[in-house]
């Protein structure tokens, strides 16, 4: 049993975006998406590869130009997937929402 769940988070670990890719992921959302959107739109989303996806194509679509999408696919998957918590929601500057 022990060797199982030691082979499932070497695999999971394997399957994980590295940090450098991240990395990059997080420069092409600075460069690709925030021209367009703020960062609170896009990480108040808690979407599945294939719905960050479709809205990278959607993106596109439109005339946005994703120099490194595969980066930026992992990282939003990896920081605003679906298996992510929700964020908190929004507040003003005095704690009211």
Known sequence: MK???L?????????????ATLDRG???????CMPCHSLRL?????????AWNKELDKMTG???KIQDREA???YLLANYGDD???SPPATSRDGSK
Not at 8 to 19: I, Y
Not at 26 to 32: D, Y
Not at 42 to 50: M, V
């Open 42 to 50: 896009i990480h108040s989303q808690r979407l599945s590869k294939a």
């Open 62 to 64: 439109w005339g946005t």
């Open 7 to 19: 082979t499932c988070l070497a695999v999971a670990a394997a399957l994980a975006a590295d940090q």
């Open 3 to 5: 060797a199982l769940i």
């Open 26 to 32: 997080q420069k092409e959302e600075s460069r690709s």
């Open 72 to 74: 930026l696919l992992e």
């Open 84 to 86: 992510k918590p929700a």
